[in-house]
């Protein structure tokens, strides 16, 4: 089994920027793909960003130039840094590691965008 917990959410202002971490442990290797997606209110999960053990990434639309993903195997913690944010960004963020067929989720950390 794979745990993932996040941090970082919190309340920010529009324009202003939030660091998550998602820091992985149980039988997670550096091999697995991890990533960020994200659930607002009554709409779908969505993905924000992926990062893959050779450092290649691909990032969905929502917050594409905005964010970057970046992995820390040593630490086996994975980060989102995110700018310029936008009340639109606000929902809750989960972090995401898979291989094949196997997918874990995090809990999920709010992200709210108000002022």
């Known amino acids: 089994q794979v745990q993932l917990v996040e941090s970082g959410g919190g309340l920010v202002q529009p324009g202003g920027s939030l660091r998550l971490s998602c820091a992985a442990s149980?039988?997670?290797?550096?091999?697995?793909?991890m990533g960020w997606y994200r659930q607002a209110p009554g709409k779908q999960r969505e993905l924000v960003a992926t990062?893959?053990?050779?450092?290649?990434?691909n990032y969905g639309d929502s917050l594409k130039g905005r964010c970057t993903i970046s992995r820390d195997d040593v630490k086996r913690t994975v980060y989102l840094q995110m700018n310029s944010l936008k009340p639109e960004d606000t929902a809750v963020y989960y972090c995401?590691?898979?291989?094949?067929?196997?997918?874990?989720w995090g809990q999920g950390t709010q992200v709210t965008v108000s002022s």
């Open positions: 995401n590691a898979a291989f094949g067929v196997m997918s874990f």
């Open positions: 149980g039988s997670i290797h550096s091999f697995y793909v």
């Open positions: 990062i893959t053990s050779g450092a290649s990434t």
